[in-house]
């Protein structure tokens, strides 16, 4: 049966994503849904939008990030921190991810349940919704308390279950579930909980850990160049020394010959090519264990770590010799 999978806010955490798309194992005729929210915050938003751009198979909803990267262009508000750090990610490539953004749908409707980013008015026909409603934006928020005495999910009353991004409503790394009427997937991976996702038509969450708090780490990798208009990286590539960058690379390798030895190991366990995706992941994970080194270990064996994508994850050069002693741990 063909799976669609939406997945929560991923707020730039191209590392994540990949993770949870590989424990999710789909196969190339499913379905990849972004419930918005794609931009901003995380180290790699120009990777998440190209994945979502470019991918035969995925959409996109528009989050209130997204939202205001348009109204700003449209110089119907300004940039907040989060999304002059995001133009500055694309450099050039802004304008071209501008239009792509612009073009995002507010709701898309399934045979099994709506996607919206943010919520819903009760007793509103889904193509009357109000945008600012769907997408969660802050006028959204307000036009939903003037009007309402309780929380909008207690009044949801539409004929097919809901699910919405934007909010964490449980405030832990677990998804929000509402009389199996509303499903909530924002577990805030970018400040260090958990990237989640639902699988239909089966209703199934799946779900991958964050690395730890990568908004923290891109607000001390950027600084004000002028509070009034725009911020400018204090770029990690360019304060890496020559020395540095020998350690990346060598790190590179520890990785490679870390994931060749894993993969050796859990080869030869029976029966191993008859599992799925998610089962085979699971055996690599119990392994190599969670943390930096483990999420650049499953990008290694998916063919997709870079040396520039290592670089943003790793950040902090300063924390090279400690991912090395661990990739060495694992690679002997």
């Given at each position: 049966m063909q799976k669609t999978?939406?997945?929560?806010?991923?707020?730039?955490?191209y590392a994540e994503l990949l993770a949870l798309l590989d424990k999710a194992g789909l196969g190339e005729e499913d379905t990849v849904i972004s419930i918005g929210d794609i931009v901003d915050r995380g180290p790699e938003t120009p990777q998440v939008v190209d994945y979502f751009r470019k991918t035969p198979n995925t959409m996109a909803i528009m989050g209130n990030h997204e939202r205001k990267h348009v109204r700003a262009a449209r110089h119907e508000v300004k940039l907040s921190l989060s999304q002059q750090i995001s133009q500055a990610q694309?450099?050039?490539?802004?304008?071209?991810?501008?239009?792509?953004?612009?073009?995002?749908?507010?709701?898309?409707?399934?045979?099994?349940?709506?996607?919206?980013?943010?919520?819903?008015?009760?007793?509103?026909?889904?193509?009357?919704?109000?945008?600012?409603?769907?997408?969660?934006?802050?006028?959204?928020?307000r036009i939903l308390r003037q009007r309402y005495d309780r929380p909008w999910y207690e009044l949801y009353d539409a004929d097919k279950p809901v699910i919405v991004g934007h909010y964490n409503y449980t405030h832990t790394d677990q998804p929000f579930?509402?009389?199996?009427?509303?499903?909530?997937?924002?577990t805030d991976c970018v400040t260090g909980k958990a990237l989640t996702g639902i699988l239909l038509p089966s209703f199934r969450f799946v779900s991958v850990p964050s690395r730890g708090n990568m908004w923290m780490q891109v607000r001390r990798a950027y600084q004000f160049t002028n509070p009034k208009t725009s911020v400018r990286q204090v770029s990690a590539e360019a304060a890496w020394s020559e020395e540095q960058d020998k350690k990346l690379n060598f790190l590179f390798q520890k990785l490679q010959e870390a994931n060749l030895r894993v993969m050796s190991q859990v080869q030869e366990i029976p029966g191993y090519q008859d599992l799925t995706a998610r089962q085979q992941f699971r055996l690599y994970s119990e392994i190599?264990?969670?943390?930096?080194?483990?999420?650049?270990?499953?990008?290694?064996?998916?063919?997709?770590?870079?040396?520039?994508?290592?670089?943003?994850?790793?950040?902090?050069?300063?924390?090279?010799s400690l991912l090395i002693d661990k990739a060495i741990k694992i690679s002997n």
């Amino acid at each position: 049966m063909q799976k669609t999978l939406i997945i929560g806010d991923i707020h730039g955490c191209y590392a994540e994503l990949l993770a949870l798309l590989d424990k999710a194992g789909l196969g190339e005729e499913d379905t990849v849904i972004s419930i918005g929210d794609i931009v901003d915050r995380g180290p790699e938003t120009p990777q998440v939008v190209d994945y979502f751009r470019k991918t035969p198979n995925t959409m996109a909803i528009m989050g209130n990030h997204e939202r205001k990267h348009v109204r700003a262009a449209r110089h119907e508000v300004k940039l907040s921190l989060s999304q002059q750090i995001s133009q500055a990610q694309f450099g050039a490539a802004y304008p071209e991810a501008l239009e792509w953004m612009s073009a995002l749908p507010i709701y898309i409707e399934l045979d099994h349940a709506i996607i919206v980013h943010g919520y819903f008015e009760p007793g509103i026909a889904l193509e009357r919704q109000i945008p600012s409603v769907l997408c969660g934006t802050m006028g959204g928020e307000r036009i939903l308390r003037q009007r309402y005495d309780r929380p909008w999910y207690e009044l949801y009353d539409a004929d097919k279950p809901v699910i919405v991004g934007h909010y964490n409503y449980t405030h832990t790394d677990q998804p929000f579930i509402y009389q199996d009427k509303v499903f909530g997937l924002d577990t805030d991976c970018v400040t260090g909980k958990a990237l989640t996702g639902i699988l239909l038509p089966s209703f199934r969450f799946v779900s991958v850990p964050s690395r730890g708090n990568m908004w923290m780490q891109v607000r001390r990798a950027y600084q004000f160049t002028n509070p009034k208009t725009s911020v400018r990286q204090v770029s990690a590539e360019a304060a890496w020394s020559e020395e540095q960058d020998k350690k990346l690379n060598f790190l590179f390798q520890k990785l490679q010959e870390a994931n060749l030895r894993v993969m050796s190991q859990v080869q030869e366990i029976p029966g191993y090519q008859d599992l799925t995706a998610r089962q085979q992941f699971r055996l690599y994970s119990e392994i190599v264990g969670q943390g930096v080194v483990p999420n650049l270990l499953h990008l290694t064996r998916m063919g997709k770590l870079e040396i520039e994508l290592m670089r943003k994850i790793v950040h902090d050069p300063r924390r090279l010799s400690l991912l090395i002693d661990k990739a060495i741990k694992i690679s002997n």
